[in-house]
């Protein structure tokens, strides 16, 4: 058996602050890290062990993760970040606080683009492209708005080229994300259809853990709460 480990950041800035983050890049709140250290505490008291490292280009993913390994003692297990482990783009909604946008276009509609699968946000009216970490690949890659299916279709193509293969040959792996992200691997692990996935949530700090066979199906389902 092998064991693929998913979690969510600590709470960022703008989770404090009930905020649409996606790709914008806000650091860990000391709340934040104090769940990533836990999470960490939690894996090593369990005796789980990863020998890779897979967090999004955002800093409050890496945070977490790096705290992860210094408690986990795995300090020079190897990292790699990648832009497909970003969080979901929320296009025009993003930096703006949830219950201010469900008072402008009311509860329902906010929760389609929030919870639903397909519903993409309202988009951007320009690309960010003067963000250095995104300059040395095609502007293409850069969202105007993202729904869960189309994060999905970027993060799951990562997953089966750099994670499953590794996973493939018996070496546990770890997955520091956000959210969405981690919702969309979840629903492709899982094979859970597109109205479940709206019923599906993922905590801060809390690590999940699937235990694995050689073929990748699943034997079992751990959240560490």
């Not at 800093?59 to 497909?84: D, E, F």
């Not at 502007?139 to 189309?150: C, D, G, N």
């Not at 259809?193 to 050689?214: S, T």
Request: aromatic fraction near 8%; proline fraction near 4%.
């Amino acid at each position: 058996m092998v064991q693929l480990i998913l979690i969510r950041h600590g709470q960022s800035q703008a989770n404090a602050l009930n905020q649409y983050t996606g790709w914008s890049d806000v650091p860990l709140t000391a709340q934040g890290k104090e769940q990533a250290r836990l999470a960490g505490q939690k894996l090593y008291q369990a005796g789980v062990g990863f020998e890779a490292v897979h967090t999004s280009v955002l800093q409050r993913a890496i945070q977490t993760a790096m705290i992860i390994q210094t408690v986990c003692h795995a300090a020079a297990v190897p990292l790699t970040k990648s832009w497909r482990l970003n969080e979901r783009h929320y296009g025009a909604l993003r930096g703006r606080n949830k219950d201010q946008t469900r008072q402008q276009y009311g509860a329902k509609q906010v929760a389609l683009w929030r919870r639903s699968y397909a519903v993409v946000p309202p988009p951007l009216t320009q690309r960010d492209t003067h963000l250095r970490v995104y300059q040395r690949y095609p502007q293409t890659i850069l969202p105007w708005s993202e729904s869960l299916k189309m994060a999905l279709q970027r993060t799951v193509p990562y997953f089966q080229d750099h994670v499953g293969p590794a996973l493939i040959t018996g070496h546990n792996q770890l997955i520091v994300a956000h959210g969405s992200t981690l919702r969309a691997l979840i629903k492709y692990l899982e094979a859970i259809d597109d109205q479940q996935i709206n019923h599906v949530e993922v905590a801060n700090g809390q690590p999940i853990i699937y235990e694995m066979d050689q073929h990748l199906r699943i034997r079992s389902k751990t959240v560490l709460t």
